[in-house]
């Protein structure tokens, strides 16, 4: 099947086992994935008359607009700082349930809202699912920076981890991409085959000053959803 159709049936899946009439606050990620999260969310509130009460927090200008898109109640953590369930998508899942997220530029607010979560939900397709991260995903781990320092940031995380960091850089506005909270992003390509810590990545890199945040996401998924080709959804906790 496409595979939008397999993402679609993961998260479909999700959100019938995790979004229930006792969920009053979803941290709702951003991406194509969680697209589908929210029309099966919308399906339930305008078709059958469920989840009245629910209040989506975004985790993108993207998220927000599909939120109010779909008319669903928006909220944000200034007054829902306590989310009961965060679905959302990523770029790749290890088999520690390590991920890399950023693909779309959000891993800042979509890290925020994740941690504020009881339980993290990822929705992905099959090609996200690997045994060691870079398998699949060949545009490394995205990084949002502070833009005065990308270039120290850049050469200070080669010099610790090896592998070469570059400036993201938007397609269709010249220059850099610039993401929801103004920040310039880098994209880590690690040394493929090289055993790395995540949790020690993660923690060194985001001492780095000027760094933001990180796209590893690591012990912070409660369950994944994988749509198979066969139409199955695969689920790894
Ligand atoms: O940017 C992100 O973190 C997105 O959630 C991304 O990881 C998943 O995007 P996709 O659902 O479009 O593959």
């Known amino acids: 099947i496409a595979l939008d159709a397999a993402k679609k049936t993961a998260a479909r899946t999700a959100v019938d086992q995790w979004v229930t009439e006792d969920t009053k606050i979803l941290g709702i990620g951003s991406g194509s994935t969680v697209v589908f999260a929210v029309q099966r969310i919308a399906?339930?509130?305008?078709?059958?008359?469920?989840?009245?009460?629910?209040?989506?927090?975004?985790?993108?200008y993207q998220a927000r607009h599909l939120i109010l898109d779909y008319n669903l109640n928006l909220g944000d953590l200034d007054r829902n700082p306590n989310i009961d369930v965060a679905i959302d998508g990523a770029d790749e899942v290890d088999r520690h349930m390590v991920l890399i997220k950023g693909g779309g530029g959000c891993l800042l607010q979509e890290k925020v809202v994740a941690s504020c979560a009881k339980n993290f939900i990822v929705v992905a397709d099959y090609t996200k699912n690997s045994i060691r991260l870079g398998e699949q995903w060949c545009r490394g781990v995205p990084?949002?920076?502070?833009?005065?320092?990308?270039?120290p940031i850049k050469l200070h995380i080669e010099a610790l981890f090896g592998g070469e960091a570059s400036l993201r850089m938007a397609k269709v506005k010249a220059g850099p991409i610039?993401?929801?909270?103004?920040?310039?992003?880098?994209?880590?390509?690690?040394?493929?085959?090289?055993?790395?810590?995540w949790d020690e990545v993660n923690r060194a890199i985001t001492l780095i000053p000027g760094v933001l945040e990180t796209g590893l996401f690591v012990n912070m998924a409660t369950k994944c959803y994988y749509g198979m080709a066969d139409g199955q959804v695969k689920v790894q906790n």
């Open 43 to 60: 399906e339930r509130v305008w078709k059958e008359g469920e989840l009245t009460d629910l209040i989506c927090v975004p985790s993108s």
């Open 143 to 151: 990084i949002e920076v502070a833009p005065m320092a990308y270039v």
């Open 178 to 197: 610039v993401t929801d909270n103004g920040n310039f992003l880098l994209d880590w390509k690690f040394i493929a085959n090289r055993e790395y810590d």
